[in-house]
Each structure stands twice: as C-alpha cells, then as structure tokens.
C-alpha cells in the first residue's frame, strides 16, 4: 500500500497488476510535469484538460509513437517498452516538451 | 525643444516591445503568403515536411502519410476546411488536428495561401 500511495503523490499515478500508469495532464498548453521517470512496462495517460485538442508524439530512438489528436477531456496512453529517454511534444503546441526516463 | 519625459518614454517603449511581441504571429507588412510560409514553418513542416512533401520529422509515426502538398489538386475551400476542422471532419486522417482553435480565420487563410504556391501543378 505505501508504494501505491507514494506513486500518487509524486505524479498522479496509480499501480495496476503490471506497473504503473503516470497520468500527466495537458493544462494551459504546458505538461503538468517536465520529467517522468518510470520502468519498462510502465504506462502513461496523458489527459488533455484545455479547452482544445492536443497531439501527443514522439520520435526517441528509445520508442518512438503517434498517440494523435484529441479534444478535452479524452485521454490517450502509451506503454514504456524500452529503457531509455524519450521525448513527448505536441504536434499542435510545438512549445510543449515533456522528458521520460525508463528505467529496466 | 523636446523635454525628456521618461516614464511616458519608457511606458511608449514597453508597448512598443509589446506589439512586437504580440504581433509575430501576424507579421504586419509582410504578404499573406509570407505570413502563411511563416505559420507552416511553426505548425505544419513537422509533418507535411519544409517543402510540403509530406516528409516530416513526424511523418514516421503516422499511421496514414501526412498528405504531399506539392501535388494536391483540392480545392482552395476544401483546404480551408481541413485546416480549419481537421482530417476525421472531412473523413481523412484524424492525425491532422482542427488549427481553429490556434489559428484565426485569418492565419489559416494565409496558410492556405502559401500551401497554393507548394502545388508544382500550379507553377507550370
């Protein structure tokens, strides 16, 4: 239990049967956290809480993905399968950058 | 002989910094086309590539190519409502996002302006 509660406050996450869900939220065209770090296997949710849509990609060598576009309050969630740095931006705000570090 | 009025100078100054500033996006002065070569740098080369190609550095993880400019033959309209309302409202690719909500009507008229010039159909 105090992994799971200690998970939550750092970045809003929560621990399901097979690693954790980082949920980052896109507010005022800005990710609400500048770094994740997290493990192989690990998820992140990102819900977009503005009042217009957001993009997610990202084109790390580490893992690269297109999660695509979507409006308020849809969320969409990437699976960490590699160790590595992996950098998010947002095709529709080119100012927003988000770092993940996965560790094995 | 003009007195020195330092805070109105300097208030005439922060607001002409400010209008800078705030004016980048619109370029004043500059054609439309050169406001749209300007706004496709910032929002649209990331996929659709510098020359419109669709050769992005995002082009890669898209599941559906982002659409070569160079040899669209869409109508100026229909360019205009892509841009505006996205792929998925004209049953394309939803990884092309509604700009309305970043780009005025203005913007994305120009847009659409500098896109027409891409089209190596139009140069002949």
Same mark, same amino acid.
Request: overall charge positive; glycine content about 8%; proline content about 5%.
């Given at each position: 239990?105090?992994?799971?509660?200690?998970?939550?406050a750092l970045v809003g996450c929560v621990a399901p049967a097979f690693g954790a869900d980082?949920?980052?939220?896109?507010?005022?065209?800005?990710?609400?956290?500048?770094? #994740? %770090?997290? %493990? #192989?296997?690990?998820?992140?949710?990102?819900?977009?809480?503005? *009042?217009?849509?957001?993009?997610?990609?990202?084109?790390?060598?580490?893992?690269?993905?297109?999660?695509?576009?979507?409006?308020?309050?849809?969320?969409?969630? #990437?699976?960490?399968? %590699? *160790?590595?740095?992996?950098? #998010?931006?947002?095709?529709?705000?080119?100012?927003?950058?988000?770092?993940?570090?996965?560790? %094995? | 002989? &003009?007195?020195?009025?330092?805070?109105?100078?300097?208030?005439?100054? !922060?607001?002409?910094?400010?209008?800078?500033?705030?004016?980048?996006? &619109?370029? =004043?002065?500059? /054609?439309p086309v050169a406001r749209g070569a300007a706004l496709f740098s910032k929002y649209c080369?990331?996929?659709?590539? @510098?020359?419109?190609?669709?050769?992005?550095?995002?082009?890669?993880?898209?599941?559906? =190519?982002?659409?070569? !400019? /160079?040899?669209?033959?869409?109508?100026?309209?229909?360019?205009?409502?892509?841009?505006?309302?996205?792929?998925?409202?004209?049953?394309?690719?939803?990884?092309? =996002?509604?700009?309305?909500?970043? !780009? &005025?009507? @203005?913007?994305?008229?120009?847009?659409?302006?500098?896109?027409? /010039?891409?089209? &190596?159909?139009?140069?002949?």
């Amino acid at each position: 239990m105090r992994p799971l509660l200690a998970c939550i406050a750092l970045v809003g996450c929560v621990a399901p049967a097979f690693g954790a869900d980082y949920v980052v939220t896109q507010s005022g065209k800005a990710f609400s956290v500048a770094a #994740v %770090k997290a %493990k #192989v296997g690990d998820t992140i949710s990102f819900r977009n809480e503005d *009042p217009f849509v957001h993009n997610i990609f990202s084109l790390s060598d580490a893992q690269s993905f297109d999660l695509g576009t979507f409006a308020k309050g849809e969320s969409r969630q #990437v699976k960490l399968d %590699k *160790p590595g740095k992996i950098e #998010v931006e947002c095709a529709v705000h080119p100012e927003m950058r988000l770092v993940v570090e996965v560790a %094995k | 002989m &003009t007195r020195w009025r330092p805070l109105r100078d300097i208030t005439l100054a !922060l607001a002409s910094a400010s209008a800078l500033a705030s004016s980048y996006e &619109t370029l =004043p002065g500059k /054609t439309p086309v050169a406001r749209g070569a300007a706004l496709f740098s910032k929002y649209c080369s990331l996929c659709h590539g @510098a020359g419109g190609a669709g050769d992005g550095r995002a082009a890669s993880v898209q599941n559906v =190519p982002p659409a070569n !400019l /160079t040899v669209s033959w869409r109508s100026r309209e229909y360019k205009m409502q892509i841009v505006r309302d996205g792929g998925a409202a004209v049953g394309r690719s939803s990884s092309m =996002p509604a700009w309305r909500d970043v !780009l &005025t009507d @203005a913007d994305i008229a120009n847009v659409v302006d500098y896109v027409q /010039t891409l089209n &190596t159909e139009n140069r002949r």
